[in-house]
C-alpha cells in the first residue's frame, strides 16, 4: 500500500524557474513517488469554490504517512475567511473537538487562525491530526516568519536548518526514512568519467574561467554552454574545474555535505571527426550510445524505449545532477548551414531544451559554435561563455612548461605566430622538444600559411600546420617509422579504432606505404609503441569492451582529420586497400542480417569503409541494401527504417556515397544507383524532419528515374517530394508533386503505387481545403487498393490515417463547436439537427473502419502502422464521446476512455517509428484529450513541445494546427485555464496568418467557427 506525503512549500520559493531552489519540489516529489509514495503539493487542492480549500487540506493531511514543511523567505497567501471559518465549522472534520485543543498554549496564540497562511495551516493541520512533521527553514526564514516559527516551538516543533536545496535533499530524506524505511536511500553516485583522460598535458591560466564555472554551479544555472574552436582548451577547462572544484574535495561542499547527488560525463567526440568549416563534412553523428549508458545510470528500467531525451531529462531533474555532455559539434548543423548550430539529433534537442526548462543542478555543455536550439532561452535557463584563446603571458608560460628554450620576445612571437591557441601551442612545443631539443628558432622548421591566422573559422589550420611539421619531422629525421603508420591508421577511422580493426590491418599482406612498419609485430611491442604515442599526447588509449587487458585507439580530430588526408594524398592505393580490408573484415565478421540497432552498427561502418574503398556498388546492394534494409520491396524489407527508426544511422551510411553532401554522388555508381542514393537521402532526411535539406535530393532523384524510365521508381520520389512540400507548406507545389506521381504510376509496373499515390493526392487535396475532390481521389485510390490486396479491403497506414482524418472532418468541427460552447444540448436548431446526424454517421463509418485494422493486425506490422491505428482509434472515440454529451463533458469519462489508453499506446509506438509528422499528429491530440480530462497544463505543455518539433522543420501547417487547438481550449468553457499564460487573439492571429499564407484551407471553416466564438462573442444558441 503506497504511503500518503505532503509536501508543504511555496512554489514562488521551491519550484518555479526563477525561484530560489527552481525545481526542488518536484525533485523531491518524483524521487519519492519512485518508492511508490502517494505525494501531494497545495496546488493539487485548488478548488471551483475557494471556501473549501483548508477542508480539502484536511481531508488529505489527516491521512498522511507525514507532511514536509519547508520555510523561506516567503511565507504565502493569507487563508481566505471562508475558507478558514467552513473548516473550524466543520465539527466531522476536526474529529469532534477544536481545533488544536492538545495545544492550549498554541490555540491562544492562534486566536481565529485569521493571520494564516496556506503554507501555515498545513504544518498546524499536520499537528492537530497528529501527523508526523518534518520542518526545515533557511537561514533568514526567522526574519520574514518569526511568528509562525514561535509558535510551532510553543507545540514542541523545531525546525531544521540546511545551508542549499543539495543539502536540503539528503536531509529530508534521511529523516523521512526514519519513519519510512521503505524510501530508499539517497546515497551520491559518480559515474566513471568517459572524458577526464583528456586534461591538458599542462593546463594553465584560466582562473577567471574556472571562477565562472563554479559561479554557474553556484547559481544553479540550468544550462551552460562553453563555446570555443577546437583546441582552445575546452574540454581541458572542463577537466581542471571537474578537478578542483569536485574530486580534490571529495565530491562535499565547505560543510561536509555531498556537493551534488549525481554526476554523469560523456564526450561526443567519438560521434564522427569532420571539419565543422568542411563544407563536404556529412554531419550525422548517432547518440545511442549516450542515451543507453545515461538512462541506464539513471535508473530508467527499459533504455531501448523511445522518448529517450524527454525521459532522461526527468530522471536528471530527480536529483541535484552535474551532467556534462563535452564536444557537441558532431551533431549540429555546420556553420556553412542554414540551420548552423542546430541539433541534427531530436532526441538530444528534447534533452537539452527540457533541461533548459527546469533543472535543479547543472548541465554543462561544450562545443565549437552555439547550440541554436537554446538561442531564444536567457537567464538563469541557458547561458553561454565564450572561451577565448589564451593570454600572451599563459601562452608563454606553457611554452616555457614545456621546456621551450629562447628570449622572451622569441617566445611572445611565437605565441603571437599561433595565435595563442592551446592546441597548436602544445604540439609546437612538442615538436620542437622532440625534434630539435626545444630550440624555439628553429620554428621556421614549422610551415604555416598566411592565411591560417586570418579568420577564426580556419584557426583550425593553425594547428593542421602544426601537424604538417609533425609529420615531416616523422617522415625525415631518422625516426621510428612506427610512429608515423600508427598515426595513419588511425586516421582511418570516424570514431576509435577497435583492437580488432587494427588487428585486422596489421595482420594479413602488407599494405604498401602504410603497414610495412607495424606488420605482424608482437603485441607487447604494439603495446609500447601505443604508450609512446599516447605520453606525446597524439593518440588517446582506451580500454576494449572485448579483449582485456588490451586498447582501442583514439586521437583528437584535428589528428585523425590530417593523417587521414595525407595517406589519401601520398598513397591512395594504401588509403583504399587499407579501408577495403575493413569492409571486408566488418562484413565477413557480422552475422548476415543481425537485429537491433547495435546489431547493425558494424555494417554502417563497413558501408563507410566500402565508399572509401571505392567499393561504392558493394557497399550499397551487398551491405546497405540486402544487410541493412533487408530489401526494397513493399513488405519485411527497410528493417532499419521501418522497423527500427534508425534514420539517422541510415543517413549516415547514405552520406558516405556522397562527394559533397546531398548535392553530388560518386560516379562510380551507375545512374540508376546515384538515384537511389539521392532518395534515401532524401527520405531520411524528411524523416528527420530536416526538410528544406530533403527538397534538392528529392527533386535529383525523381529527375534521375524519369531520366532512366523508372517509372515506379518516379512515382515514390514524386510522391515523397510532394509529401516533403507539404509539410514545408507549400501545398501547391506538393499537389503539383503527387498528381506527376500517379502519372509515373501510371506508366509503371507496380499496381500498388497507382493505389498508393491516389491516396497521396487526395491527403494534399484535403489539406488544400478541396474537400469533395480529396474524398473522390481517396475512393478511386481504395477500388484500385481492393484490386491488389483483396484480403485487405481499404487503405491502411499513413494512407488510410489519412482517409480517416477526411472521413472524420465534419465530425472533428462539430466536436470542437461543442468545445467551444457554440451548439447547446438540446439545441432544436434544424441545423444542428441536421449536422449531428450527419457526424454520427460519419462515426459510425470510421468505427467500422477502425475495426477492420485492428481485426487485420498482424505480428509483422511496423510501429508506424500500429501506432497510426491506434491514433485513428483514439480520435473516433474521443469525437463520439463528446459528440453523445454535446456541452455536458464530464472530464471523468474522457480521462478513463479507452481513447486515452489508445493515444499512450499511439504515442509510444510512433516516438518508435521515429515518423516526426505522426509524433505530432498524435502529440495535438493527446493535448487535445489532457485539456478536455481536467489537465489543461499538461495538455498546453505538450502542444509547446509539438511546436517545437515543427518549428524546427519547419512545419507550418502542423503550426497553423497548434495554434489553432491551444486558442480553442483556452477559450473553452469545459477547460480550467487559471494560471496558463496563454493570449487567445495572439494564438488565434498566429493560426489565420499560417492558414492564408499556405492556403491551408482544411482549416479555415474551424478557425472561422472559433473567431466567431471567442472574437466575436456568436454561438449557435
Given at each position: 500500500m503506497s504511503r500518503r506525503l505532503f509536501l508543504s512549500m511555496g512554489s514562488d520559493e521551491f519550484e518555479k524557474p526563477d525561484a530560489r531552489f527552481p525545481g526542488f519540489r518536484s525533485a523531491?516529489?518524483?524521487?519519492?513517488?519512485?518508492?511508490?509514495?502517494?505525494?501531494?503539493?497545495?496546488?493539487?487542492?485548488?478548488?471551483?469554490?475557494?471556501?473549501?480549500?483548508?477542508?480539502?487540506?484536511?481531508?488529505?493531511?489527516?491521512?498522511?504517512?507525514?507532511?514536509?514543511?519547508?520555510?523561506?523567505?516567503?511565507?504565502?497567501?493569507?487563508?481566505?475567511?471562508?475558507?478558514?471559518?467552513?473548516?473550524?465549522?466543520?465539527?466531522?472534520?476536526?474529529?469532534?473537538?477544536?481545533?488544536?485543543?492538545?495545544?492550549?498554549?498554541?490555540?491562544?496564540?492562534?486566536?481565529?487562525?485569521?493571520?494564516?497562511?496556506?503554507t501555515q495551516w498545513e504544518a498546524f493541520l499536520s499537528i492537530h491530526y497528529s501527523v508526523p512533521l518534518f520542518i526545515y527553514a533557511t537561514d533568514d526564514a526567522g526574519k520574514t516568519q518569526p511568528s509562525h516559527i514561535e509558535r510551532l516551538k510553543s507545540a514542541g516543533k523545531h525546525a531544521e536548518s540546511f545551508h542549499s536545496d543539495v543539502d536540503l535533499f539528503g536531509k529530508l530524506i534521511g529523516d523521512l526514512r526514519s519513519i519510512l524505511p521503505e524510501i530508499p536511500e539517497l546515497t551520491q553516485r559518480i559515474a566513471v568519467s568517459k572524458f577526464l583522460q583528456h586534461v591538458a598535458e599542462v593546463f594553465l591560466g584560466r582562473e577567471a574561467e574556472l571562477e565562472f564555472l563554479d559561479g554557474a554551479w553556484d547559481r544553479r544555472i540550468n544550462v551552460l554552454s562553453l563555446i570555443a574552436w577546437g583546441g582552445v582548451g575546452k574540454t581541458s577547462l572542463i577537466c581542471q574545474w571537474i578537478q578542483r572544484s569536485f574530486i580534490d574535495r571529495d565530491w562535499k561542499d565547505d560543510s561536509g555535505a555531498p556537493s551534488l547527488w549525481r554526476y554523469f560525463d560523456w564526450t561526443f567526440y567519438d560521434q564522427g571527426t569532420g571539419s565543422l568549416d568542411d563544407e563536404s563534412a556529412n554531419r550525422t553523428g548517432n547518440v545511442g550510445d549516450f542515451f543507453e549508458q545515461a538512462l541506464t545510470f539513471f535508473g530508467d528500467p527499459d533504455p531501448k524505449l523511445p522518448g529517450k531525451g524527454t525521459r532522461l531529462a526527468e530522471l536528471v531533474r530527480q536529483q541535484h545532477t552535474l551532467l556534462i555532455l563535452d564536444g557537441m559539434e558532431p551533431l549540429q548543423a555546420p556553420p556553412n548551414s542554414n540551420q548552423a548550430g542546430q541539433l541534427l539529433d531530436p532526441e538530444l534537442h528534447n534533452l537539452l531544451v527540457a533541461l533548459a526548462q527546469q533543472n535543479p543542478g547543472l548541465c554543462l555543455i561544450s562545443s565549437r559554435q552555439h547550440v541554436r536550439d537554446l538561442a531564444g532561452l536567457r537567464g538563469r535557463a541557458a547561458e553561454i561563455k565564450d572561451l577565448e584563446e589564451l593570454t600572451t603571458e599563459t601562452a608563454i608560460r606553457l611554452l616555457r612548461k614545456m621546456q621551450i628554450t629562447g628570449t622572451e620576445e622569441e617566445l611572445q612571437e611565437a605565441c603571437k605566430k599561433f595565435d595563442c591557441h592551446a592546441l597548436s601551442l602544445t604540439l609546437l612545443g612538442r615538436f620542437l622538444f622532440d625534434a630539435h631539443g626545444g630550440d624555439i628558432s628553429r620554428i621556421d622548421r614549422v610551415n604555416l600559411h598566411k592565411a591560417d591566422r586570418l579568420t577564426r573559422p580556419e584557426r583550425h589550420r593553425t594547428a593542421w600546420g602544426v601537424l604538417e611539421a609533425y609529420d615531416e619531422w616523422l617522415q625525415t629525421h631518422g625516426s621510428d617509422p612506427t610512429l608515423l603508420a600508427v598515426l595513419r591508421l588511425v586516421g582511418l577511422f570516424d570514431r576509435p579504432g577497435s583492437v580488432?580493426?587494427?588487428?585486422?590491418?596489421?595482420?594479413?599482406?602488407?599494405?604498401?606505404?602504410?603497414?610495412?612498419?607495424?606488420?605482424?609485430?608482437?603485441?607487447?611491442?604494439?603495446?609500447?609503441?601505443?604508450?609512446?604515442?599516447?605520453?606525446?599526447?597524439?593518440?588517446?588509449?582506451?580500454?576494449?569492451?572485448?579483449?582485456?587487458?588490451?586498447?582501442?585507439v583514439d586521437a583528437h580530430p584535428l589528428v585523425r582529420e590530417y593523417f587521414a588526408e595525407q595517406l589519401r594524398k601520398e598513397s591512395s592505393e594504401a588509403f583504399q586497400t587499407a579501408h577495403?580490408?575493413?569492409?571486408?573484415?566488418?562484413?565477413?565478421?557480422?552475422?548476415?542480417?543481425?537485429?537491433?540497432?547495435?546489431?547493425?552498427?558494424?555494417?554502417?561502418?563497413?558501408?563507410?569503409?566500402?565508399?572509401?574503398?571505392?567499393?561504392?556498388?558493394?557497399?550499397?546492394?551487398?551491405?546497405?541494401?540486402?544487410?541493412?534494409?533487408?530489401?526494397?520491396?513493399?513488405?519485411?524489407?527497410?528493417?532499419?527504417?521501418?522497423?527500427?527508426?534508425?534514420?539517422?544511422?541510415?543517413?549516415?551510411?547514405?552520406?558516405?556515397?556522397?562527394?559533397?553532401?546531398?548535392?553530388?554522388?560518386?560516379?562510380?555508381?551507375?545512374?540508376?544507383?546515384?538515384?537511389?542514393?539521392?532518395?534515401?537521402?532524401?527520405?531520411?532526411?524528411?524523416?528527420?524532419?530536416?526538410?528544406?535539406?530533403?527538397?534538392?535530393?528529392?527533386?535529383?532523384?525523381?529527375?534521375?528515374?524519369?531520366?532512366?524510365?523508372?517509372?515506379?521508381?518516379?512515382?515514390?520520389?514524386?510522391?515523397?517530394?510532394?509529401?516533403?512540400?507539404?509539410?514545408?507548406?507549400?501545398?501547391?507545389?506538393?499537389?503539383?508533386?503527387?498528381?506527376?506521381?500517379?502519372?509515373?504510376?501510371?506508366?509503371?509496373?507496380?499496381?500498388?503505387?497507382?493505389?498508393?499515390?491516389?491516396?497521396?493526392?487526395?491527403?494534399?487535396?484535403?489539406?488544400?481545403?478541396?474537400?469533395?475532390?480529396?474524398?473522390e481521389s481517396f475512393r478511386t485510390a481504395e477500388t484500385l487498393h481492393l484490386a491488389t490486396q483483396p484480403s485487405y479491403p481499404q487503405l491502411y497506414s499513413f494512407q488510410g490515417y489519412n482517409y480517416g482524418k477526411l472521413l472524420l472532418a465534419q465530425a472533428e468541427r462539430f466536436v470542437w463547436r461543442i468545445i467551444l460552447g457554440s451548439i447547446q444540448r438540446g439545441s432544436r436548431d434544424e441545423s444542428d439537427q441536421q449536422l449531428r446526424g450527419i457526424v454520427a454517421a460519419e462515426l459510425r463509418e470510421s468505427a467500422a473502419r477502425v475495426a477492420n485494422l485492428f481485426r487485420w493486425r498482424d505480428s509483422t506490422d511496423n510501429p508506424l502502422t500500429i501506432g497510426l491505428d491506434y491514433l485513428y482509434r483514439a480520435l473516433v472515440n474521443l469525437y463520439s464521446e463528446i459528440h453523445r454529451s454535446v456541452t455536458s463533458l464530464p472530464s471523468r469519462s474522457i480521462s478513463d476512455s479507452q481513447a486515452v489508453r489508445d493515444l499512450e499506446v499511439a504515442s509510444r509506438e510512433l516516438k518508435k517509428s521515429g515518423h516526426i509528422e505522426a509524433v505530432l499528429e498524435c502529440y495535438i491530440a493527446t493535448g487535445m484529450c489532457q485539456a478536455l480530462s481536467g489537465a489543461p497544463i499538461s495538455s498546453i505543455a505538450l502542444l509547446a513541445e509539438a511546436e517545437q518539433i515543427a518549428t524546427r522543420g519547419p512545419m507550418p501547417l502542423y503550426l497553423a494546427d497548434i495554434h489553432l487547438t491551444r486558442a480553442r481550449l483556452i477559450g473553452s468553457p469545459k477547460v480550467d485555464v487559471e494560471g496558463l499564460n496563454v493570449d487567445v487573439r495572439t494564438e488565434l492571429a498566429e493560426a489565420r496568418r499560417l492558414i492564408e499564407k499556405h492556403k491551408y484551407n482544411r482549416r479555415m471553416p474551424e478557425l472561422l467557427d472559433a473567431e466567431a466564438v471567442l472574437l466575436h462573442g456568436e454561438t449557435d444558441s
Open positions: 523531491m516529489a518524483a524521487y519519492l513517488r519512485r518508492a511508490d509514495c502517494a505525494v501531494k503539493v497545495q496546488e493539487e487542492f485548488r478548488q471551483a469554490v475557494e471556501w473549501d480549500t483548508v477542508e480539502k487540506l484536511a481531508e488529505y493531511i489527516q491521512g498522511c504517512d507525514a507532511v514536509v514543511h519547508l520555510l523561506g523567505q516567503q511565507p504565502g497567501s493569507i487563508a481566505s475567511e471562508s475558507a478558514r471559518k467552513a473548516f473550524l465549522a466543520n465539527s466531522t472534520l476536526l474529529g469532534g473537538k477544536e481545533f488544536l485543543a492538545d495545544y492550549p498554549e498554541l490555540q491562544k496564540t492562534l486566536g481565529d487562525c485569521s493571520d494564516l497562511t496556506y580488432e580493426c587494427l588487428r585486422e590491418l596489421r595482420s594479413g599482406d602488407v599494405i604498401a606505404g602504410l603497414t610495412e612498419p607495424i606488420h605482424n609485430m608482437d603485441q607487447d611491442e604494439w603495446n609500447v609503441l601505443l604508450k609512446r604515442l599516447e605520453r606525446s599526447h597524439l593518440i588517446r588509449l582506451r580500454p576494449s569492451q572485448t579483449l582485456s587487458g588490451q586498447h582501442d577495403g580490408r575493413l569492409f571486408d573484415y566488418l562484413c565477413e565478421s557480422t552475422e548476415h542480417q543481425p537485429d537491433g540497432i547495435d546489431g547493425l552498427q558494424p555494417l554502417y561502418q563497413a558501408v563507410m569503409h566500402g565508399c572509401l574503398a571505392q567499393r561504392h556498388e558493394e557497399a550499397l546492394y551487398g551491405v546497405y541494401v540486402e544487410r541493412i534494409l533487408r530489401g526494397t520491396g513493399h513488405f519485411g524489407s527497410y528493417y532499419s527504417c521501418y522497423a527500427l527508426g534508425a534514420h539517422g544511422d541510415d543517413l549516415r551510411a547514405m552520406a558516405s556515397f556522397f562527394l559533397s553532401p546531398w548535392a553530388s554522388v560518386d560516379s562510380t555508381l551507375d545512374l540508376e544507383a546515384q538515384g537511389f542514393v539521392f532518395a534515401e537521402a532524401a527520405e531520411r532526411l524528411r524523416l528527420l524532419g530536416r526538410y528544406q535539406e530533403a527538397l534538392d535530393p528529392f527533386t535529383i532523384s525523381e529527375q534521375i528515374a524519369v531520366e532512366t524510365k523508372c517509372w515506379d521508381a518516379a512515382a515514390v520520389r514524386a510522391s515523397n517530394l510532394g509529401m516533403c512540400s507539404l509539410a514545408l507548406g507549400r501545398i501547391p507545389a506538393a499537389l503539383e508533386c503527387v498528381h506527376h506521381a500517379v502519372e509515373y504510376a501510371d506508366k509503371g509496373k507496380d499496381s500498388f503505387l497507382r493505389a498508393d499515390f491516389r491516396a497521396s493526392v487526395g491527403h494534399a487535396q484535403h489539406m488544400a481545403g478541396e474537400f469533395a475532390e480529396a474524398i
